[in-house]
DNA sequence: GGGCAATCTTGTCAGTGACAAGTTATGCGG
DNA sequence: CCGCATAACTTGTCACTGACAAGATTGCCC
């Protein structure tokens, strides 16, 4: 209200260095903040520009636009996707780390598997998406194909598919009756031995 | 602008009987395939109207808001989903019926685990979402424990992951690679053979 | 120290969701 | 057949948002 813009007792305007010194990582941090609270689609870039105590057009030459932030996001979720699955002993532990991840990192986890939050063509994502990919088909493929004639391509699909379905519920709270307050790692641990191995 | 409300030659106006019929039905139609093409984000609710040739403030009256909209899609997202899980004979034709329904309802199946676009109070919505767990958990029961002797809760956690583990990354387009142009749900078929027939 | 590019700001516009208040049709009791 | 309560829809408005354009500030490199 008071139009003084005397720099002693203010609030705003006077300690701010006009340069942030990193404001991409500051909107990523409040971006994953708020996404992990109430989901992707309560994400506003002017918010955002609020919290980090800058313009509400400063975001934009970072990210371009929402999609571009998003896509930031995904890419990002996706190169530490591939680090954590890299770091398993086996298939089994690579779908428990898996749904750590998921855990760890919700609002990556959701944004990277949104389609149409994210802009498809970006090249960063692709780049990080692929390396997510090898890193999973290295874990399928690294078990010794001895308990199951099977291909390989189905036996990845289905570790695929029974670990992200499981992440997934577990994000989305579907999972909370059946696992109850039991360690959801244990219990897909379990889960997944009970299937891999059950002619064993 | 101009006042004349002549109905001869005019655009709008004219041959609306102001009482739509249907509108609820027709958002709902309108509503389901804009999410089918570009994801519940694209959603909006005065384009909604448009389409339905209404003013821009008719679909509150049936929806409330955008949240009552997509709640009411997922409360009959999963009416729908659970009458198809009925029609299943076992508990791997109740998987391919998942798979099955995702399928042919893209928009019904994103909105239902889009959680924080719905809200979660709603009476119909809960009504709905039980009676599709119920029908799965009696799909999960009805299967004799005979080929393995682990409880049905971590076997229906199991199916219940790996189903919509495929289905959520089949429409997310993270499959079109492994699958290819095969027939979806025979690849689940197989894939569910193989996991929960290892032993046999 | 002079210019240059990256970074950030201010200003603006169309589109959106939500709400309030008015208008029109429908159906029901008399 | 009439009146009236109510449901269905409209018009008007407000705060907010994303996107863009143009200007201001700063660090940096030669």
Redesign the pocket.
Known sequence: MSSSKTPAGEKK?AD?????????RAILGAALDVIAADGPSA?????L?RRA??????P???F?????LLTAIAAEGFGLLATTLREAADLQGAGVHYVRFAREHPAHFQVMFAPGLLRDGDLELATARALAGDALRDAVTAVPPEGRGTDARLAGVAAWSLAHGFATLLLSHNLDGPVGDQDPEEVFRELATMLFRAGE
């Open positions: 305007p701010r260095p006009y340069h942030h010194g990193d404001l991409r994400l506003s870039l002017r918010d520009a105590g800058v313009s509400h057009a400063a934009a030459h970072h371009k636009d929402r999609a571009g």
